[in-house]
């Protein structure tokens, strides 16, 4: 394996460990407004946060199973869907992982 490729790889990991903690922020902050899992998909990939539906939905039950969602079916078109919403808690944690961003965000920007 050559060094290029080797570096490829490990950016490749690298680059799916930083997205994953800025894709649960990025979940939080798109379900201030209730969505159901398309529309949030869709929001997000216009944001330019591109996010396959087998990363999404796993990331929304987890998060409802944390306490930080809520989730409901309803018929809408004539078709069952299941709408997604900040509980008090989401709200909360969504409002300090903000802070932490920020915080982060400012250090980093003062390093680079």
């Known amino acids: 394996m050559t060094?290029?490729?080797?570096n490829h790889g490990l950016l490749d990991n690298l680059r799916l460990e930083l997205r994953r903690g800025s894709l649960v922020l990025a979940v939080l902050?798109?379900?201030r407004k209730e969505q159901y899992g398309y529309t949030l998909r869709k929001t997000l990939e216009e944001q330019g946060m591109?996010?396959?539906e087998g990363t999404l939905y796993p990331?929304?039950?987890r998060?409802?199973?944390q306490g930080l969602l809520l989730s409901e079916w309803r018929?809408?078109?004539k078709r069952n869907k299941r709408f997604y919403r900040l509980?008090?808690?989401g709200k909360l944690i969504l409002k300090q992982l903000l802070?932490?961003?920020?915080?982060?965000?400012s250090s980093l920007n003062g390093m680079l």
């Open 3 to 6: 060094q290029s490729t080797s």
């Open 29 to 31: 902050a798109a379900l």
């Open 50 to 52: 591109t996010i396959d």
């Open 59 to 61: 990331l929304l039950r």
């Open 63 to 65: 998060l409802e199973s």
């Open 75 to 77: 018929e809408e078109e």
């Open 87 to 89: 509980s008090a808690d």
């Open 99 to 105: 802070a932490e961003w920020q915080s982060i965000s």
